[in-house]
């Protein structure tokens, strides 16, 4: 059991950066594959990013690789997306999800989700 809040969201010019952080409370936060999703205005919600839980193994979508890290501190419960050289395409709320699922990590469906964060970038 584990609750999610996102922060961080924001405007931003095109080329900017933006971090977002998602803080994790309840049990056993180590314990959970974490991933970002982002959802834009008529659009179905998207993988973005995961994380394991373990060995800090990674995986992007192909349109933020090299611009987006994502990443957790376990110490603080909390997980990063590390947002670079965004573009307007980048517009989205963005959600941290959550799951003890090895199998939410592979096929990128998730139980534990927080409310969002939008990031806003203009042209």
């Known amino acids: 059991q584990v609750q999610l809040v996102e922060s961080g969201g924001g405007l931003v010019q095109a080329g900017g950066s933006l971090r977002l952080s998602c803080v994790a409370s309840g049990r056993s936060f180590n314990n959970y594959y974490m991933a970002w999703f982002r959802q834009a205005p008529g659009k179905e919600r998207e993988f973005v990013a995961a994380?394991?839980?373990?060995?800090?193994?990674?995986d992007y979508v192909d349109s933020v690789k090299g611009r987006f890290t994502i990443s957790r501190d376990n110490a603080k419960n909390t997980l990063y997306l590390q947002m670079n050289s965004l573009k307007p395409e980048d517009t989205a709320a963005y959600y941290c999800?959550?799951?003890?699922?090895?199998?939410?990590?592979?096929?990128?469906?998730?139980?534990?989700w927080g409310q969002g964060t939008q990031v806003t970038v203009s042209s």
């Open positions: 999800a959550a799951s003890l699922s090895l199998t939410s990590y592979y096929r990128k469906e998730y139980d534990v």
């Open positions: 994380i394991t839980w373990s060995a800090g193994i990674t």
